[in-house]
């Protein structure tokens, strides 16, 4: 795994070439542009890497397994990205993969999905979950399940309540809502919605025509009980994806009479007013409520537990080592504000 400690501080880029990030190798490869990076994932995306590695070799240095793009890099093999991929957690990862919607993030490295999956994992299997979680909201979370993306341990498939909840609003399971995680307990559930590089706001309409606007708003409409603004006016503002989490997680958490918790994890640097720009377009009550947590915060609580040993000290490594790549001047930034 590749970062700050292994990385270059500075890479050169040219009209048509880009250097190996990684310290010391001399390897420059083909510079590649957005359209060639979306025929790589839709490669890495289908689970094709031999052949990926083939068709894209002129972006790929061999001895780092990894394809390289101006701003980041892309692992050959998402193995190579995951901090937990032993015994128990092979078999876990490997049937939530049969699942799992959209796969090629987990290959880059500026990813949140594998963040995601480093960090909770270690949570719920130090058994750190439940605590961290109560902290956040002062009230018990007793047997939690973690379901990583729309997969849950204990049914071995895609949650029922979960797919339940979606086709309440129609959705299609080619494009229906995948929450990063979600934590069930015996009183409360948790959506988790994590973001590393990209931003909560999206221009919806800049991508969709207004036939699509208006099917979506006929569709999400019908949980308009949960919103204090109409659905168009949320996708208006950008809110689309948050917006979809919330009536899900909010119809799913009604259906099975459990408390609802949208967290949305950022950085700490980023989108502070997030609880207030967000909020005010949904109905908060003692029952349901939409957080902002950060990354920082979850190094923190780790940091200050009494766990000892070599996994906690990766972990932690790991946060302070992680890096989101390079700026458009070819400089390394680091991804969290931790000392
Ligand atoms: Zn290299």
Redesign the pocket.
């Known amino acids: 795994m590749l970062g700050i400690k292994e990385l270059k501080e500075r890479i050169k880029t040219t009209e048509t070439t880009v250097e190996?990030p990684?310290k010391r190798?001399k390897?420059n490869v083909k510079k590649m542009n957005r359209g060639d990076q979306k025929r790589l994932d839709s490669y890495l995306d289908k689970g094709k890497t031999s052949e990926a590695r083939d068709v894209f070799r002129d972006y790929f240095?061999k001895?780092?397994g990894?394809y390289i793009t101006p701003t980041t890099f892309i692992y050959e093999n998402y193995r190579d990205n995951l901090l937990w991929y032993d015994g128990g957690d092979k078999v876990l990862f490997d049937n939530m993969m049969q699942v799992k919607r959209v796969k090629y993030q987990l290959y880059h490295d500026n990813s949140e999905d594998a963040l995601s999956w480093n960090v909770f994992r270690f949570l719920e299997r130090t058994k750190l979950l439940h605590r961290f979680l109560e902290g956040l909201h002062n009230s018990l979370v007793k047997s939690p399940e973690v379901i990583y993306w729309s997969y849950s341990q204990s049914q071995q498939k895609v949650r029922n309540e979960l797919e339940k909840a979606r086709a309440e609003f129609w959705e299609s399971p080619q494009r229906s809502s995948e929450p990063d995680l979600v934590v069930k307990s015996d009183d409360v559930l948790f959506f988790i919605e994590a973001k590393l590089r990209a931003l909560n706001k999206i221009d919806f309409n800049k991508n969709h025509t207004a036939e699509d606007r208006a099917e979506r708003v006929r569709r999400y409409s019908k949980g308009d009980y949960f919103l204090n603004q109409p659905v168009e006016n949320i996708m208006d503002a950008g809110y689309y994806q948050l917006m979809r989490f919330w009536l899900i997680g909010a119809l799913m958490a009604d259906n099975e009479n459990l408390n609802f918790y949208l967290l949305n994890l950022v950085r700490k640097n980023e989108e502070k007013d997030i609880e207030l720009e967000f909020g005010k377009y949904i109905k908060q009550n003692e029952k349901r409520e939409f957080m902002r947590v950060t990354w920082e915060d979850i190094y923190k609580y780790i940091s200050t537990t009494g766990l000892l040993g070599e996994e906690k000290d990766k972990m932690l490594g790991y946060f302070r080592n992680k890096t989101i790549g390079y700026n458009g001047k070819g400089e390394l930034q680091k991804a969290f504000s931790i000392p």
Do not use: K
Request: some cysteine; charged content about 10%.
């Open positions: 190996c990684v190798c390897v240095c001895e780092h990894i």
